[in-house]
Structure formats: C-alpha cells, structure tokens
C-alpha cells in the first residue's frame, strides 16, 4: 500500500515537471531549476503561463476525483459523479451567458473572471436539491433524477441561448471539452482552497462514508446523521467542483474513473481512498494537460477529449486484473 | 423501566395503514420474536422502533425515552439493528465492514482504532464464530457467513438491545442453527432482543415472548407457549398446523399439507 502510494506520489511529481518543461517551447529541467532560484530567459513563461496552468490541472484533477469519490459513496451509486446536480449544464449556462455578455457589452473581464460560471453551476446544484428535497429528508433517486432534470433543462437553455445569439461559439466550444488554456495565478486560490478542505473533510469522514457504502439504514442505526452527512458533503461538494469548472470548464471522466481507480489499487476504504483519488486524479489530468497541449502543437487538443482516451485504456487494464465488479 | 415500549401505534406508507394498534412493551433480556405472514408489518415495526420511520400516531420508548427525541448518536449506543440482508456497495473487508459498528463510540472526524477496538472487533467475530473472516472480502462470504458478520457489525457496537429481521432467511438448516446459537448466546449475555421471523420452529426455541402480526395488527402478544398453539396459528397464517413435541421435549410446528 505505501509502496504503491509513493509510486503515484513520485509519478505525479514527474508529471508535474513534464509539463513544466514540454510545450509549443520545451524548456530544459536544468533551466526550470534555475528559473525558480533567479531571474532567466524562461522566467516569464514559466511563472506566468506554466506554473499556474500545471498546478491548477493537478488541482482540478484531484477536487473532481475527490468529489466523485465521495458522491459515489455517499450515494452508494457507483455511476455517480461531481456533476451530479446539474452542476455542469449550469455551469456552462453561465459560462456562454458570460461569453456572450463580454462580446455584446465589450467587457473582456467577463470572460476572464468565472463569477457567472461558478453563481449557474450553484443555483443549479442547489435547484436540484430543493426538487429532490421530501419532507427533511433527499431521497437518493429523488436526486438523481432531479439532477438529470436540471440538466436537461440548462443544457437546452445553452443551445437555445448559443442559437439566439448567433456568434462565434469557439469559447463556447472550447469550454464545453475543457480547457487549462490562459490560467494565471488568479485561478488558483478558490479552487486550491476549496479542494484541500474537501479532501481533508471527506477523509476525515471516511468511516461514516464506508457506512453510508452499505446502505442509508445501517449508516444511520450506526449513529450517523444521515441526512446532516448528506447535506454537508453536497454542498461541499458542489462549491469544489463549481470552483473547479468555472475556471477550467467541462472536463468529464474524470469524476467518474479515477475514483473507481483508486478502489482498485488501494482499497475500497473511503479513508484510503479519498486522498488516492486525489493524487491519481492530479496525475491523470497534468498528464493529460501535456499531451493536449503537445500531441498536435501549436494548436491544442480540448482536455477532455485527452481524458477519455487516457483513462479509458487504463481502466480497462484495471477491470481486466482485478476480475471483480466494484 | 421497559426496554422497548411501544402504545397504540398507527403507521402507513400511503392510503393503506400498515400497522394499527399495536401496543407491547419488553423487559430487560427479554427475547421477543415477531412472527405473523409476508406483509403483515414486521419488518415495519422493526424500522419504526429503531426510529428510521415515524409513526402517524403513538410513541415508541426506548429505555424510556422517546425514540423521536433521540440524537442518531446515544440512540446507536443503546440499540442496534441488523438488517435483513447488508450489501455493501463495494467490497470491504470483513474487518472494514465491523467497525462501522464502532462509529457512535468514536469522534466524527477521523476516527482512529484502539487496542480496546480492536480488542472488540475480534471478540464480535469470536461470538459469531467468524474470527477466521477479518481480512476476507465481505463480497465473497456465503449468504450464512454474511448474517454473522452483520451480526458481528451490531455486536462491536455493543449495545444492551439488539433488533434483527429476518436472522434466518434463504439460509440452509446448517446456517439456520449456527446464527440461532449466535442469537441464543446473546440472549444468555443479557441482551434484550426483538427479531422478525418467518421461521416459526426457530421463534419457538429462541424466543421467551412472541408478537403475532396479522394484516398489520396485533393479534397476540405473551409467553411463546402461550400465543404459539395450533387455533392462533392456523388464524393468523390461514392455514392449518400441528404441535408436535420432539424428545427433547420441545415442540415443533408442522403446517398440515392435506
């Protein structure tokens, strides 16, 4: 166990240096070192464009992972992920409502700070939950289909407003696949914040999410407070991926496999796998974010297209060894 | 002061009332067994005393207490439930699945195990006679063994009453003794328990009181010997059956065939 851990903790290490240097320019790891001590010719590139753009893919890596992981078993489902609430269409309602704005009202900070993005992707989250909602209690059916619903009901007000509006839709295009294209260090802080707090509260609750693993009423003749568990873990859960998507926009698969990764390399305990998911999810997205950026450049592939056919194959390899259903 | 205290309870899903009227207290180590045909409201009653569903009307008392006016916390101390059939989501080892039994002793946010937990995670699985599972995956356990680990899950959480639905069901006669010695020893250690049945010859042997449900309503509760006779059974299951007394003088219900 500790041994596979390192292995990760080491691979995403070298993913992270790997995407420092590789790019339209690749920079030597002697002149990357040198660049973090002084002031040299790379300097600018790499602590205003790489650094940031790395950090905030290990970021979103990690939260969207955790957050899967955790809705996975909160809601003993394991086709669950951080979009779940309707978060994503919501999500990219704003964001085309915020491209749109910032060209018809030539208001280019629009487009750049994710306000728009982030309030949608919530008030859907929290629309779902008021429909799911039955007497102080959010049946776990009840969510989901109320998540579709929202879902479905953004998604359609996205095409329609993109049809109306009749412009360009590259961003809108480019958002909706993912993308870590143009992230400064004002990206950073929301989503760091916010996905090291959830990481640190979901493992802290890890036992409890193993109970809710074996069904709502063995958690709560357990002494969990099922509902309060629930409750905590959506909302926090909501306000990471919100944080996340808003600044990278739609990147899928993720929140979905790499936490179905790390039960199959480390266990299934929440305790365990929380925070694997964490650093498996970092590492498959920086990886990723590389081989978007260099598999076809100058241009760039949208990251999400990359995830898929990544993760894919490798999770496939995963469910071949091991044999067994989750 | 009862153990369990149930007066004039009234409860349905929907338009249809489950149960109506049902009125029973136990003492301390009683062994009450539930028994009455499919959908009579057992399992109901069990939900309803251990506070996962709440009553249209009435009150349910735990240690005197109202059930209601519980946190999930003190009320996981005093009263377990092993549910009819525990399926984890994903394949936990046996050691993982019983100390979830140890959440209400334990603080919210990062528990960690003691000697003494562990200490009583393997006196749980001593007692179920499944100490050679801990590090199995729960997943690959016959239905039997599985009964034991959940049996052991409520164990580690040691509480003094113990509710259990269905201890018996789809197991074979071996399975079917081995879990009635696990629940007989429990009783001899002085814990109260309440448990749904379909098995009415198990009931007989384990249980000093019975609860007959028909249709949702109680038809009689008192000392096994007494409720158990062949005129109440065949009312409540609509069918006719014999009393047969075996040679160790405990007596055995048939249903008559023809």
């Not at chain 2, 995956?137 to 052991?152: C, D, K, M, Y």
Request: hydrophobic share 50%.
């Amino acid at each position: 166990m500790t041994r596979k851990f390192l292995i990760a903790s080491v691979l995403l290490l070298s993913a992270l240096l790997l995407g420092i240097c590789l790019g339209s320019v690749h920079i030597p790891v002697a002149e990357v070192l040198r660049s973090v001590v002084e002031k040299t010719r790379w300097s600018q590139i790499l602590w205003n464009v790489r650094f940031p753009r790395v950090l905030l893919s290990v970021i979103a890596g990690a939260g969207l992972s955790v957050v899967g992981n955790a809705f996975q078993g909160l809601l003993k489902n394991p086709l669950v992920d951080p979009y779940l609430l309707g978060i994503s269409s919501g999500a990219s309602f704003g964001a085309v409502v915020a491209i749109f704005l910032a060209e018809v009202l030539n208001a280019s900070f629009l487009r750049e700070v994710p306000t728009l993005t982030f309030a949608f992707g919530i008030v859907a989250a929290l629309l779902a939950l008021i429909l799911a909602r039955r007497q102080n209690t959010v049946p776990v059916t009840e969510l989901i289909l109320s998540g579709v619903l929202i879902n479905i009901l953004f998604s359609a007000a996205t095409v329609l407003f993109v049809m109306l509006a009749k412009r360009n839709i590259t961003h809108v295009y480019m958002w909706l696949f993912g993308t870590f294209s143009g992230t400064g260090w004002r990206d950073i802080p929301v989503p760091l914040l916010s996905v090291a707090g959830f990481t640190i509260l979901t493992s802290g609750l890890g036992m409890r999410l193993n109970a809710m693993s074996l069904g709502e009423t063995e958690a709560m003749t357990s002494g969990v407070e099922v509902e309060k568990l629930k409750m905590l873990v959506y909302i926090t859960g909501t306000f990471t991926t919100a944080a996340i998507v808003s600044r990278t926009g739609m990147i899928g698969f993720v929140g979905l496999i790499v936490p179905h990764m790390a039960r199959r390399i480390f266990g299934n305990d929440h305790r365990i796998s929380i925070p694997t998911s964490a650093v498996l999810g970092g590492l498959l997205l920086c990886t990723c974010d590389v081989i978007s950026r260099t598999a076809l450049s100058p241009s760039e592939i949208p990251v999400g297209v990359i995830t898929a056919f990544v993760g894919a194959p490798v999770m496939f390899v995963l469910l071949r060894r091991s044999g067994r259903s989750v | 002061m009862f153990d369990v205290e149930v007066q004039n309870l009234l409860f349905s899903y929907s338009k249809e009332i489950t149960l109506k009227d049902i009125s029973f207290a136990t003492d301390p180590g009683d062994f009450v067994g539930i028994l009455g045909p499919n959908g009579s409201g057992k399992t109901t009653l069990l939900k309803l005393i251990a506070g996962i569903l709440k009553p249209d009307k009435g009150v349910i008392k735990i240690k005197g207490k109202r059930v209601d006016s519980f946190k999930r916390r003190d009320l996981a101390r005093i009263l377990g439930f092993v549910t009819q059939e525990l399926s984890p989501l994903f394949s936990f080892t046996v050691h993982r699945i019983i100390e979830t039994g140890l959440i209400p002793h334990k603080p919210r946010l990062f528990p960690s195990l003691t000697e003494s937990d562990e200490n009583r995670i393997k006196v749980a699985l001593q007692n179920t006679g499944s100490e050679s599972f801990l590090k199995r995956s729960f997943h690959t356990l016959s239905a039997g063994e599985q009964r034991r680990v959940s049996i052991a899950r409520v164990l580690a959480q040691n509480t003094p009453i113990i509710l259990v639905d269905e201890p018996m069901a789809h197991l074979d006669p071996g399975h079917v003794v081995s879990i009635s010695r696990v629940l007989k020893k429990l009783s001899a250690d002085g814990k109260t328990i309440i448990a749904a049945f379909h098995d009415i010859n198990a009931a007989f042997s384990l249980c000093n009181k019975i609860l007959f449900l028909k249709k949702g309503k109680m038809y009689g509760y008192g000392s096994a010997k007494e409720i158990l006779t062949e005129v109440n059974l065949e009312r409540v299951y609509g069918t006719r059956f014999q009393l047969i007394k075996g040679s160790d003088s405990h007596f055995f219900v048939v249903p008559k065939f023809h």
